[in-house]
């Protein structure tokens, strides 16, 4: 079966870095795209970031646009995203999703995705 577990979140002041990673399992990786999402309490899951597993195309939310960077390994089978000059607005829990078809414009919808990982809270201090 499929799964897809992320890790790396915690607590970091304003101003600091985090790596979440997220492993996949069960899944052809260069078939498909993965991304971010996050969401914070009383708001609707948002984009973060996403990749084109085969050729590491990327695309950012505007909101973390030159602070976050996505990457893969392949020899790993995760993807992760590097948070740099964290905002106490970026606190949230982030999701890694995998099994969808990569978009060149904008990620893909969330509807979209087939399989989700459990989360992993990030939380930024002022």
């Known amino acids: 079966q499929v799964q897809v577990v992320e890790s790396g979140g915690g607590l970091v002041p304003a101003g600091g870095s985090l790596r979440l990673s997220c492993t996949a399992s069960?899944?052809?990786?260069?078939?498909?795209?993965m991304g971010w999402f996050r969401q914070a309490p009383g708001k609707e899951r948002e984009v973060v970031s996403c990749?084109?597993?085969?050729?590491?195309?990327?695309i950012y939310a505007e909101s973390v646009k030159g602070r976050f960077t996505i990457s893969r390994d392949s020899a790993k089978n995760t993807v992760y995203l590097d948070m740099n000059n964290l905002k106490v607005e970026d606190t949230a829990v982030y999701f890694c999703a995998a099994g969808v078809a990569w978009r060149p414009t904008m990620c893909a919808p969330l509807s979209d995705y087939r399989h989700w990982g459990q989360g992993t809270q990030v939380t930024v201090s002022s």
């Open positions: 990749i084109k597993w085969s050729s590491i195309d990327t």
């Open positions: 069960g899944l052809t990786l260069s078939d498909y795209a």
